[in-house]
């Protein structure tokens, strides 16, 4: 068996061993929350440019038919 697929001794189920990790992954972060554990990732960062600040809003979107005209001169 390759790397690729997880084969565990005890029950013989046998997955894609990415898909097995993430699904591990996935049932750690669950109970994690349910604790109440607090997230160790980092906050995004509050760029005003980027529109990740609530209290900032983001530029105007101009519609695409007035940007054509613009774009064409």
Same mark, same amino acid.
């Given at each position: 068996?390759? +790397?690729a697929?997880?084969a565990c001794r005890?029950?013989?189920f046998? =997955?894609? #061993? =990415?898909?097995?990790?993430?699904?591990?992954i @996935?049932a750690? !972060? @669950? +109970?994690s929350w349910?604790?109440?554990a607090?997230s160790t #990732? $980092?906050a $995004?960062p @509050?760029?005003p440019g980027?529109?990740l =600040?609530a209290?900032? !809003? $983001?530029?105007?979107?101009?519609? #695409?038919a +007035?940007?054509l @005209?613009y774009?064409?001169?």
């Amino acid at each position: 068996m390759s +790397q690729a697929w997880f084969a565990c001794r005890s029950c013989g189920f046998v =997955d894609h #061993a =990415d898909r097995n990790g993430s699904r591990n992954i @996935r049932a750690r !972060a @669950r +109970q994690s929350w349910r604790r109440g554990a607090q997230s160790t #990732a $980092p906050a $995004p960062p @509050r760029n005003p440019g980027l529109g990740l =600040d609530a209290s900032v !809003a $983001p530029p105007p979107v101009m519609p #695409a038919a +007035q940007a054509l @005209r613009y774009s064409r001169g």
